[in-house]
């Protein structure tokens, strides 16, 4: 079974251009999160889809953040314009079901640098 | 927003001695929590997790204790080896989601 598979594994940008991170979770998986961790800090929520729907997006810092999920399958985050702020490492991660019967797989996540 | 606090930031531990980290939570309605062992350039991995109507759970050389009237958890390491060596990060159970900690870096000294 593949894993959750996200890319670029690293993008470096500069201030006021645009990034899309994109993620295939592992197929069926209907519940897909997208997570963010700022170095030294927590892994800290972003949003949660169900297939195609956005059913948590409570952690997206601001509307430069745009995550779409199509069809219910690969997913993806983008940043427009991206800000220095916005550096970190963005990971991805499905759950089968209910993420608390089935925990989260994460993909490696993509390091964003915004110079 | 419900918050977890994770301490220590960094440990270091001679091989075979034991590696403990701590952490708290607030209130949360569902009762399951994990571990995950992230190795560089890697994703987070679970690595034990724990529901609450038991106070301890061992795998291996990993145990979790759990103390629920304090609402603290903690990951013991015994006998840590140099493959240990990773960030650890706890997490407590948000609405549908996870609540992560801000991870110990972990070192285990040959």
């Known amino acids: 079974e593949a894993g959750v598979t996200q890319f670029p594994s690293h993008s470096v940008i500069e201030k006021g251009q645009t990034v899309t991170l994109r993620c295939d979770p592992i197929s069926g998986h209907d519940n897909l999160y997208w997570y963010r961790r700022v170095m030294g800090k927590e892994i800290k929520f972003l949003l949660h889809f169900v297939k195609e729907s956005k059913q948590d997006e409570s952690g997206m810092p601001n509307n430069r953040f745009l995550a779409e999920r199509t069809g219910g399958t690969y997913s993806t985050l983008k940043v427009q314009p991206a800000e220095l702020e916005d550096s970190g490492v963005y990971f991805c991660a499905s759950s089968q079901g209910r993420v608390f019967d089935y925990g989260y797989t994460f993909g490696s996540g993509t390091r964003l640098t915004v110079v | 927003q419900q918050q977890v606090k994770q301490s220590p930031q960094s440990l270091i531990v001679q091989k075979g001695g034991i590696s403990i980290i701590n952490c708290a939570y607030e209130?949360?309605?569902?009762?399951?929590f994990p571990w995950y062992q992230q190795f560089p350039g890697k994703g987070p991995a679970l690595l034990i997790a724990i529901r609450p109507d038991v106070s301890e759970k061992k795998e291996g050389r990993f145990t979790i204790s759990f103390n629920k009237s304090a609402k603290q958890f903690s990951l013991h390491i015994m006998d840590s080896q140099p493959g240990d060596s990773a960030t650890y990060f706890c997490?407590?159970?948000?609405?549908?989601?996870?609540?992560f900690g801000t991870g110990t870096r972990l070192k285990v000294l040959a």
């Open positions: 209130n949360t309605a569902f009762d399951y």
């Open positions: 997490a407590a159970p948000g609405t549908y989601k996870y609540i």
